[in-house]
Each structure stands twice: as structure tokens, then as C-alpha cells.
């Protein structure tokens, strides 16, 4: 089929970019060379694809909609260094793939404009599945992005999330126009590399943090005593004493604290 007659799918979060110069910015910021392999999610018609290829070694792309691939292998099949794959991010065994590839000994990196409706599941595949990218250069919605490179004072889940795997970026914004429909919102490319302390962490440590950090947060209007002596089923005192021998007020709100703060925390309980 041809491209002009695919109606895009806006439960596939189909908005293809199509301002040139927004493509050129976001393979600056991804500082690719021919040594790099890429793993695009949504490669959509091509438009960045193609121009990965160009500065990098391999590019690796999964796309969900059938009809795009049938496009993509017709458009692409002089590319010697792009394969497409048919599948759905979420759902394809990504360890496998890696493994296939040969990318759990080389690495690689993730250059994506990503679907929207999952963005925050595709980051977190990616930042906790066996082989994570070294780094991703993605572009999200601009409130998401600003939430994943928030600080301490304005943290929520998605910044802890992320955070305590990885350094987190604003790079720059792109504005609804640049894309083909036009979103109702603004987006953003961030940058996200891979922290690499954290592989020693295990996963018992990390589940307890996580356990600690989501009952933190489980009211927003309450304080964190409150929250953490009721999900933790702790008694207030006790939870208070150790805020306080971490230098944090009784009145402290989950989202003032950073990643280095709840790690502390947690080691306490
Ligand atoms: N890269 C293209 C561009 O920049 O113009 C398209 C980006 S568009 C925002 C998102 C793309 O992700 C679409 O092509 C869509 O079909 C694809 N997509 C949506 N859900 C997906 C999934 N679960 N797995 C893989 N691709 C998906």
C-alpha cells in the first residue's frame, strides 16, 4: 500500500514527525558513530530511520503496525544496515533479541520517538530488562519529560523510577506543529543513560526500595510519616526517628526527596 493512503492509527500513538530540521536535532543529540548499534521503537514511515543509518552502524526497528513494515521493507530494501521487525515492544522477548543481535556483549543505544500511550512502560522495559541500552535519546511528551528530570521538591514514582537507574536529561522541546497530525500537546527529547552502580545492586534491594518509595507516595496530601507508617505498618514514631536521623523534618512530603535520600531511608528499614 501506499504511504499517502494509510489513515494513521491514533491508538498507536501515530504522529509522524515532519519537520527536517527537528530529525537533524535529535540525531545531533543521539552522537551516533558506525561503531553504534540503534534500536529505534516505532520507526512509523522511516523518516528517522533513515537518517540513523546514515551515522550509525546498525539500525534495529520494531514497528507494531503491520501495514507501516509492509511500507518500511519496500522503502528501506536498498538500506543494507536497517531491519525491520514486526512486533509489539511490550510483548517481543527483547533478552532474545539482544542475545540474537549479539548486543548483550557491544551494547547499544535507543534513539525513538516514542508512541505515547506507552511511554513510561517502554522506559521502564528498557531501563530493567536484562540487557538495558547504554543510553536512549527519546523523545516523550514535554510533562513527562519535565516529571523524569524533576527534582527533589517536585519528585514523583516516574522520576524515582527512572532516576534510580539512570542520569536523566531535558535536551530540548518540539512543539506540536512539527508533526503530521499535530498532537494537542507539546513533546521533548530527553536523554537517559544507563548509571552503571546500579548493576550491583540486587534484586531483592531493589524491590524493597521500590516498596518503600510507592508507600511514600501513597497519599499525596499526607506526609511522609503518615504515608510510610500506614504501608509499612510501622508505628509513627519510629518512622519519625528515622526521618529525623537522616536530617528530614516531621513534616517531609514524599516528593522532597531524591533518589540518594530514599536509598538511605530504605536502608534504615
Ligand atoms: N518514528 C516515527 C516518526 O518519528 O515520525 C513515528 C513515531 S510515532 C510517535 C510512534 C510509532 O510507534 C508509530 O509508528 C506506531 O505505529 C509505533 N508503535 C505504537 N505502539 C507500538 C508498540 N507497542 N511497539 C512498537 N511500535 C509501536
Redesign the pocket.
Known amino acids: 500500500m501506499k504511504l499517502e493512503k494509510l489513515k494513521p492509527?491514533k491508538s498507536?500513538?501515530?504522529?509522524?514527525?515532519?519537520d527536517e530540521a527537528v530529525?537533524d536535532r535529535i540525531i545531533k543529540a543521539a552522537n551516533l558513530s558506525k561503531e553504534d548499534v540503534v534500536v529505534?521503537?516505532?520507526?512509523?514511515?522511516?523518516?528517522?530511520?533513515e537518517k540513523l543509518a546514515q551515522v550509525c552502524g546498525k539500525v534495529i526497528a520494531?514497528?507494531?503496525?503491520e501495514r507501516?513494515v509492509e511500507v518500511l521493507h519496500t522503502k528501506l530494501v536498498d538500506n543494507q544496515n536497517i531491519e525491520i521487525i514486526a512486533?509489539?515492544?511490550?510483548?517481543?522477548n527483547l533478552p532474545e533479541l539482544i542475545i540474537e543481535h549479539g548486543l548483550d556483549k557491544t551494547g547499544y543505544k535507543v534513539v525513538?520517538?516514542?508512541?505515547?500511550?506507552?511511554t513510561s512502560p517502554?522506559i521502564r522495559l528498557l531501563l530493567e530488562t536484562k540487557y538495558p541500552p547504554t543510553e536512549m535519546v527519546v523523545?516523550v511528551q514535554k510533562e513527562v519529560a519535565e516529571r523524569i528530570v524533576a527534582k527533589k521538591g517536585a519528585m514523583s514514582i516516574l522520576a524515582v523510577s527512572v532516576q534510580y537507574y539512570a542520569k536523566a536529561e531535558f535536551l530540548f522541546t518540539v512543539f506540536k506543529e512539527s508533526?503530521e497530525p499535530m498532537p494537542k500537546v507539546d513533546s521533548a527529547i530527553i536523554r537517559i543513560t544507563q548509571n552503571i552502580e546500579h548493576e550491583t545492586i540486587t534484586k531483592e534491594a531493589t524491590k524493597k526500595f521500590f516498596r518503600i518509595v510507592k508507600s511514600g507516595f501513597s497519599a499525596k496530601r499526607k506526609t511522609l510519616i503518615n504515608n510510610l507508617s500506614n504501608g509499612l505498618q510501622l508505628e509513627k514514631k519510629l518512622v519519625e526517628e528515622k526521618l529525623v536521623s537522616l536530617g528530614f523534618s516531621p513534616n517531609t512530603r514524599a516528593q522532597e526527596l531524591g533518589v540518594e535520600d530514599w536509598r538511605k531511608l530504605a536502608e534504615l528499614f
Open positions: 492509527k498507536l500513538g501515530q504522529n509522524f514527525l515532519k530529525l529505534e521503537i516505532g520507526p512509523g514511515h522511516g523518516a528517522l530511520t520494531i514497528e507494531i503496525d507501516l512486533g509489539d515492544i511490550l510483548k517481543i525513538a520517538n516514542l508512541p505515547y500511550y506507552i517502554i523523545m508533526f
